[in-house]
């Protein structure tokens, strides 16, 4: 049994979400209200000592952070592979996801904002502001990417959804709810359009979780209202 520790609007959640769906592999959601602090719980923290989402459990084992659990599920669960090809292909879809993880998301997620808030006085404009820099330099850099390597299509290699997909498209939600403006991003929102119809990517979305709220408007996706770029 796979155990998914996760929160409906936690990017770093909803790729592990995404990739889970892509192998159709079956798995328990757990929801940690993020906002609540349940990730801050002494049980919690006995599980997953980073804190934090996504964390999940399979056989007795359990791995946190979104890069690692993804690369546990693409070893448990060959096909289809979430990094393929040539060494420079895999090197480079890792590249995308890692610019995403590892330069992106540390700089805008809760606990930096709730520093920024609670040490410095941050209000909510400033918030906002430091989170869409972030947002439009580190995906500045991804698109720049995608194009250099000239091998995007529908994925961002091609015609077959990668690693790199499974960042893209969560950081695409991120940059929607914070009103960021898209059109110096167009492979990333090809890729966009394409994922949010395909059904492992709509399984995993925001909206369909089980802790999300029943009034949650979709961001992205064939049934959101689409190409609205500021949205709640």
């Known amino acids: 049994m796979i155990t998914l ?3 409906f609007r936690s990017s770093t959640a909803y790729r592990v979400r995404i990739a889970l769906h892509l192998k159709g592999l079956d798995f328990k959601t757990v929801p940690v209200n993020l906002l ?19 964390a999940l459990t399979h056989d007795g084992f359990t791995v946190a952070q979104s890069l690692a659990i993804i690369n546990y599920i693409d070893n448990i669960a060959p096909e289809p592979p979430l990094s393929f090809g040539s060494a420079a292909d895999q090197a480079f879809v890792r590249q ?3 610019t995403i993880a590892t330069d992106i998301h540390p700089l805008i997620n ?10 410095f006085g941050a209000g909510d404009a400033e918030k906002n502001k430091w989170v869409v ?18 091998r995007s299509g529908d994925f961002a290699m091609g015609d ?10 969560p950081q695409m939600y991120s940059l929607r709810r914070f009103g960021v403006k898209l059109d110096d991003y167009p ?10 119809r395909l059904p492992a990517f709509q399984s995993a979305a925001p909206e369909t979780q089980p ?9 992205h996706g064939p049934h959101a209202p689409l190409l609205k770029e500021k949205q709640v």
């Not at 802790?211 to 961001?219: C, F, M, N, R, T």
């Open 110 to 119: 809760i606990k930096v904002l709730k520093y920024l808030e609670a040490d």
């Open 160 to 169: 077959r959804a990668s690693v790199a997909d499974v960042c893209i498209i």
């Open 187 to 196: 492979i990333c929102r090809r890729i966009e359009s394409h994922c949010v």
């Open 211 to 219: 802790d999300a709220p029943s009034d949650l408007v979709p961001i």
């Open 5 to 7: 520790y996760s929160y």
């Open 133 to 150: 820099h972030w947002h439009m330099k580190g995906m500045a850099a991804v698109e720049a990417l995608l194009r250099n390597y000239g």
């Open 96 to 98: 995308v996801a890692l």
């Open 36 to 54: 609540k602090g349940e990730q801050n719980e002494d049980a919690y923290r006995t599980l997953n000592p980073i804190g934090g989402v996504p």
